[in-house]
């Protein structure tokens, strides 16, 4: 059975793989708020060069996605930690 994708997404997250969660995430379809953060910090991530010609800091970009996966999943990632063992 696989796991569900919110699930798979807080195991990136709880073991520190941010680009994996990053990119992970930046697919899923209803992102709220945070969707502009995530997916330029996926962007970002794939074409750093890229965002340094336009004297944008890609690790800069990452850091906001990842501080958006936080503020978006923080209340799933307490609720799974509460029903872990």
Request: proline fraction near 7%; charged fraction near 30%; aromatic fraction near 8%.
């Amino acid at each position: 059975m696989l796991a569900p994708k919110i699930d798979t997404l807080l195991s990136h997250m709880a073991a520190g793989r941010w680009p994996e969660a990053i990119k992970f995430a930046a697919r899923f379809p209803e992102l709220g708020e945070h969707k502009a953060d995530i997916q330029r910090a996926k962007d970002a991530l794939l074409r750093p060069h890229f965002y340094r010609q336009i004297r944008r800091d890609p690790a800069e970009l990452v850091e906001r996605g990842k501080a958006a996966l936080i503020s978006r999943y923080a209340a799933a990632a307490a609720s799974a930690r509460r029903r872990a063992p």
